[in-house]
């Protein structure tokens, strides 16, 4: 009868059971058609586009720069602790789950116990070794003997906390959203590992063009020199001439040395996100002479599921959300079942038989009653810890917008200061080739040759330098548009 009124008492619980605290739902964003610097015949990305997301870097068609990515991804160190803050982050899943399941200790004893001669009081030893005291009968065995018994037991206790307000399906949901989170950021940290390379692929190889315009420089320097040498030789310039000639020469040399410390710094830099030491790594030279390729581009509303910072935001936020729901599963009592069974003989090959049974079951109902205002602060603190985490959300959104309108613009005007670089590169080899002539005519000075010399060093850095700009912002705005991931990864 007892047993009947308990079991009724938890199917009650049962029926009545519910999830306190409040359901998530994702904040609402108000987002623009379009971006204020979208680019004059801008498309929109298709199912069908003709490069994979998952590899962006391919739209760069760079064999070169294929193949350090794919080294990225199996080797930078970043990626594999995000990896691992992953795989611990689903194991978090599973242990917030298993509090759905009853728990079942057991144990078994062996007992070596002496009786007193002549009296009830006698020592123990058990299977642990520890001397324990106890009352046994005084029938049996010889008065002047101290007879030894041996005693076999197993023990077995269960108990279950049903959830009744949902405390275990709001810590699931929070560890489920933390994982997903956790999925978002290792996406991130691989996207933004990957963008490194690629930035410092093309920075390194904007270096080797300016390394090419250097050297290119230097061989018409020396035979500038060797023009003014010639023309010193005959009489007909001064010594004066000949120094500047050289000094020119030698300051190109030196900007070419100069040149090697960067180009060092940037192969180690992509030495460490493939996760190999500099000294076994090097770039061969390869000056840069790409342009960046037709990007296309999302809509702002599907942009949103593209990147994975913002996913990460979302998560956390709906993570704070189910904390909200633990907080205040608090305030309930706790439900628990509680059951136990022993079997004990003697002779452990009786250990079942009906004499030697022994159980107990029964619910236990508990409730908190004074905790000098715990509860009430802590369901503060984690309302307060979503409308944080709401806000972040909302600034990763903004920021988001920010980095993508950076790069379209950057590449929109940057593409125009290209052409003024190319006009103006070409401007300045001609004012060099003329005043070279007139130098040989001798109706100018050398220092119109140098000024010239430098106009046109300079435009051809600042050509190549733009051009390496260029190809890093495209970059950039390819991992400001989320590269080829999708949140539906998380689902």
């Given at each position: 009868?007892?047993?009947?009124?308990s079991?009724?008492?938890?199917?009650?619980?049962?029926?009545?059971a519910?999830?306190?605290?409040?359901?998530?739902?994702?904040?609402?964003?108000?987002l623009?058609?379009k971006?204020k610097?979208?680019?004059?015949?801008?498309k929109?990305?298709?199912?069908?586009?003709?490069?994979?997301?998952?590899?962006?870097?391919?739209i760069?068609?760079?064999?070169?720069?294929?193949?350090?990515e794919?080294?990225?991804?199996?080797?930078n160190?970043?990626?594999a602790?995000?990896?691992?803050?992953?795989?611990?982050?689903?194991?978090?899943?599973?242990?917030?789950?298993?509090?759905?399941?009853?728990?079942?200790?057991?144990?078994?004893?062996?007992?070596?116990?002496?009786?007193a001669?002549?009296?009830?009081t006698f020592?123990s030893?058990?299977?642990?070794?520890?001397?324990?005291?106890?009352?046994?009968?005084?029938?049996?065995?010889?008065?002047?003997?101290?007879p030894?018994?041996?005693?076999?037991?197993?023990?077995?206790?269960g108990?279950?906390?049903?959830?009744?307000?949902g405390?275990v399906?709001?810590?699931?949901e929070?560890?489920?959203?933390?994982a997903?989170?956790?999925?978002a950021?290792?996406a991130?940290t691989?996207?933004?590992?990957?963008?490194?390379?690629?930035?410092?692929?093309f920075e390194l190889?904007?270096?080797?063009?300016?390394q090419?315009?250097?050297?290119?420089?230097?061989k018409?320097?020396q035979?500038?020199?060797?023009?003014?040498?010639?023309?010193?030789?005959?009489?007909v310039?001064?010594?004066?001439?000949?120094?500047?000639?050289?000094?020119?020469?030698?300051?190109?040399?030196?900007?070419?040395i100069?040149?090697?410390?960067?180009?060092a710094?940037?192969?180690?830099?992509?030495?460490?996100?493939?996760?190999?030491?500099p000294?076994t790594?090097?770039?061969?030279?390869?000056?840069?002479?790409?342009?960046?390729?037709?990007i296309?581009?999302?809509?702002?509303s599907?942009?949103?599921e593209?990147?994975?910072d913002?996913?990460?935001?979302?998560?956390?936020?709906?993570?704070?959300n189910?904390?909200?729901?633990?907080?205040?599963a608090?305030?309930?009592?706790?439900?628990?079942?509680?059951?136990s069974g022993?079997y004990?003989?003697?002779?452990y090959?009786?250990?079942?038989?009906?004499?030697?049974?022994?159980?107990?079951?029964?619910?236990?109902?508990a409730q908190l009653?004074?905790?000098?205002?715990?509860?009430?602060?802590?369901?503060?603190?984690?309302?307060?810890?979503?409308?944080?985490?709401?806000?972040?959300?909302?600034q990763?959104?903004?920021?988001?917008f920010?980095?993508?309108?950076?790069?379209l613009?950057?590449?929109?005007?940057?593409?125009?200061q290209?052409?003024?670089?190319?006009q103006a590169?070409?401007?300045?080899?001609?004012?060099?080739?003329?005043?070279?002539?007139?130098?040989?005519?001798?109706?100018v000075?050398?220092?119109?040759?140098?000024?010239?010399?430098?106009?046109l060093l300079?435009?051809?850095?600042?050509?190549?330098?733009v051009?390496?700009?260029?190809?890093?912002?495209?970059?950039?705005?390819?991992?400001?548009?989320?590269?080829?991931?999708?949140?539906?990864?998380?689902?």
């Open positions: 009868m007892n047993i009947q009124k079991l009724i008492i938890s199917l009650f619980f049962l029926l009545t519910c999830t306190v605290g409040p359901d998530y739902k994702r904040l609402t964003v108000q623009p058609s971006f610097e979208t680019p004059k015949g801008w929109v990305a298709q199912p069908k586009d003709d490069f994979d997301r998952g590899q962006w870097w391919k760069f068609n760079d064999p070169q720069l294929t193949a350090l794919q080294k990225l991804n199996v080797s160190q970043s990626v602790t995000a990896e691992a803050n992953f795989k611990q982050a689903l194991s978090l899943i599973d242990e917030a789950r298993a509090s759905y399941f009853p728990t079942l200790t057991g144990s078994a004893n062996l007992t070596r116990q002496r009786r001669p002549g009296g009830t020592n030893v058990n299977s642990s070794g520890a001397s324990t005291f106890g009352t046994a009968s005084t029938g049996g065995g010889s008065s002047g003997g101290s030894v018994s041996t005693f076999h037991s197993l023990l077995l206790n108990s279950w906390e049903p959830d009744i307000w405390l399906h709001r810590s699931v929070a560890s489920v959203a933390g997903q989170a956790s999925a950021l290792l991130s691989r996207l933004s590992s990957q963008a490194s390379l690629a930035q410092y692929y190889r904007a270096l080797d063009r300016d090419q315009i250097l050297n290119d420089t230097m018409n320097y035979d500038t020199l060797k023009l003014v040498q010639d023309q010193f030789a005959s009489g310039v001064s010594m004066a001439d000949v120094v500047q000639a050289q000094s020119q020469l030698q300051v190109a040399q030196a900007q070419a100069n040149n090697g410390v960067a180009r710094q940037y192969e180690h830099a992509i030495a460490m996100l493939i996760g190999q030491p000294e790594f090097s770039m061969p030279f390869s000056p840069l002479r790409s342009t960046p390729p037709a296309p581009m999302q809509v702002p599907v942009w949103l593209r990147r994975p913002i996913a990460q935001a979302e998560r956390l936020m709906a993570q704070a189910a904390q909200i729901g633990v907080a205040i608090a305030f309930y009592p706790s439900f628990t079942l509680t059951g022993s004990g003989h003697p002779n090959n009786n250990w079942l038989s009906i004499p030697g049974v022994g159980w107990a079951i029964g619910p236990q109902l009653i004074f905790d000098g205002g715990l509860r009430e602060a802590t369901v503060a603190a984690d309302r307060a810890a979503f409308e944080s985490s709401a806000a972040s959300y909302r990763t959104i903004l920021v988001a920010q980095d993508v309108e950076d790069n613009s950057s590449l929109r005007i940057l593409a125009q290209a052409e003024v670089e190319a590169v070409a401007s300045a080899r001609t004012v060099l080739r003329l005043v070279i002539d007139q130098y040989k005519a001798g109706t000075a050398y220092s119109n040759v140098i000024t010239a010399q430098t106009t300079t435009a051809q850095k600042s050509a190549a330098d051009n390496g700009l260029r190809m890093t912002s495209a970059v950039g705005l390819v991992k400001a548009l989320g590269g080829g991931w999708s949140d539906s990864a998380l689902n």
